[in-house]
């Protein structure tokens, strides 16, 4: 699995203060304002937010430039770090889907080309 996509960052460039609530936005995939709200709540009522920020903010790396090429990879990888069977079970699916795609293409090829099966089956 590939580490560097999978762990935890503080995410600097979303992030208001030090990218701590943005970066476990990112990490899991929830919006950031309900990340942010939970982050109030847990102050206000416990009085252990504000300083589990800090140490967090200070501890945690912060987020590489490079990590995600556009949206739809940022999406698939929370989704690995989410639930990495559930993952692993949609891109089999989603390969089988283009291995039946292939072998229809080749099938229509094959029925109308009978050239083009005999060196198929010659190749076999």
């Known amino acids: 699995m590939n580490t560097e996509r999978t762990r935890f960052y503080r995410d600097k460039v ?5 990218g701590v609530c ?3 936005a990112d990490y899991t995939g929830v ?6 709200l939970a982050a109030v709540i847990l ?11 800090i140490l967090v903010g200070l501890l945690a790396p912060k987020k590489p430039g490079h990590l995600y090429g556009n949206r739809e990879e940022q999406k698939f990888w929370q989704g690995v770090r989410q ?10 699916a989603k390969f089988r889907d283009i291995d039946r795609r292939l072998a229809d293409v080749e099938s229509f090829y094959v029925s109308n080309n009978p050239r083009l099966s005999a060196e198929i089956e010659r190749l076999r």
């Not at 979303?14 to 030090?18: A, C, E, S, V, Y």
């Not at 102050?43 to 920020?53: D, M």
Request: net charge positive; hydrophobic share 40%; aromatic share 14%.
């Open 31 to 36: 919006d950031v304002l309900w990340v942010r």
């Open 14 to 18: 979303n992030g208001k203060f030090m």
């Open 22 to 24: 943005a970066g476990i």
């Open 83 to 92: 639930s990495p069977g559930r993952t692993a079970r949609e891109v089999r």
């Open 43 to 53: 102050t206000l009522s416990t009085g252990f937010g504000f300083p589990l920020y």
